[in-house]
């Protein structure tokens, strides 16, 4: 007959670590005000195109402000690749971040992750160094295009919210 007291303990220490492996977003995860795409493979001869778009500024009467977006590229392995910082983003005006499967080193397929990092509500900057802030209204779409045609191959604007770092996660 097997022994309850072990069965609690195993089930217990199971319940523990599952918790603990939940309570800390993974370091590669970046955690800020901004989106994040999922992982999109691109090859050879193609490109990877991150663009903000500041479609104007959301608070009435108009505020003069500062939009910086944080444009970023991080591998497979959760490691930055590429990042652009706009240095102001007047309502109306878009920038972008190119990464050429060519500037990569290997050859074939691989898996790239577009992050933008929209702003703080504190303004007082997610990275060191940067300002940002949220009074400016930001869309932003992931694109593939063949680098020698210009053809967009794939476009998408299905990116999702980034942990917030603010909030400890359960």
């Not at 608070?59 to 500062?66: D, E, K, R």
């Not at 977006?69 to 240095?87: C, E, M």
């Not at 476009?155 to 919210?161: I, N, R, Y």
């Amino acid at each position: 007959m097997m022994d309850f007291r072990l069965v609690f303990l195993v089930g217990s220490m199971t319940v523990f670590l599952a918790a603990q492996s939940g309570a800390q977003t993974p370091p590669s995860v970046p955690t800020a005000p901004g989106v994040g795409f999922a992982m999109q493979g691109f090859a050879l001869g193609e490109t990877l195109r991150l663009v903000v778009l500041n479609a104007g500024n959301t608070v009435f009467p108009p505020a003069p402000t500062q939009c910086r977006p944080i444009l970023q590229f991080y591998d497979s392995q959760g490691q930055l690749i590429k990042q652009k910082t706009v240095s102001d983003l007047a309502p109306g005006s878009a920038d972008m971040l190119d990464m050429s499967r060519d500037e990569l080193p290997g050859i074939g397929r691989v898996e790239t992750r577009g992050v933008a990092i929209t702003g703080s509500s504190t303004s007082m900057g997610v990275l060191p160094g940067t300002a940002v802030n949220l009074t400016c209204n930001l869309l932003v779409t992931l694109e593939i295009f063949d680098s020698n045609t210009g053809r967009t191959i794939l476009e998408t604007t299905d990116s999702k919210p980034l942990p917030d770092s603010t909030v400890p996660t359960q």
